[in-house]
């Protein structure tokens, strides 16, 4: 008898909202720092910058049963200090293993766009690297200039704040489902 391996555990369901508890913001910073400084080499040691002392962390939580069980997503936004209602995500890193699974990446977006409508954001802008624009074109983004950063092709994009209605609970936030392959 041929027994076959048991494929790694994916989860079908995430659960995208703010980091709120102290071991979601660690997480969610050691997987910027897994993504960003490990894989691909952009910043030395840490990528923490000015920005994340009045950021809000956002992170997508993998569920074993009801239970969250890890940070497998994160996002962060903030509003322009020189600039109010102009509103920055930034620094969206997806776990490697879950990396083609839209529904983290789409989850992510939707709770930093409509968390940050609700706060008085009347435009809603990232740098985002090239091959990741046709993700953000697909969720009514548009691309506004091509710009080099960090030695990596990015385009500055813009969120159609009319696909994105407020959300005034991201501490809840969305729960979004992996489609099967």
Excluded at 61 to 79: C, F, K, M, Q, Y
Excluded at 96 to 118: C, D, E, P
Excluded at 134 to 157: A, I, K, Y
């Amino acid at each position: 008898m041929i027994i076959e391996p048991v494929p790694p555990f994916r989860p079908s369901h995430f659960r995208v909202k703010f980091a709120v508890a102290p071991w979601e913001r660690r997480a969610c910073a050691a997987l910027r720092r897994q993504v960003f400084c490990t894989e691909q080499g952009i910043f030395a040691d840490d990528d923490r910058d000015a920005i994340d002392a009045h950021a809000f962390p956002i992170c997508a939580l993998s569920t074993l049963g009801a239970e969250a069980d890890a940070v497998v997503g994160t996002v962060r936004i903030h509003e322009a200090a020189e600039q109010p209602g102009e509103w920055w995500g930034s620094r969206l890193a997806v776990a490697m293993a879950l990396r083609g699974t839209a529904a983290l990446g789409a989850g992510l977006i939707q709770v930093a766009v409509s968390s940050a409508h609700a706060r008085g954001c009347t435009r809603f802008l990232a740098h985002v690297q090239e091959r990741n624009v046709p993700l953000f074109q697909t969720l009514h983004w548009s691309s506004l200039n091509e710009v080099d950063l960090h030695g990596r092709p990015h385009h500055l994009m813009q969120a159609d704040l009319g696909a994105y209605p407020p959300m005034h609970n991201p501490e809840h936030g969305l729960v979004t489902f992996r489609r099967a392959a």
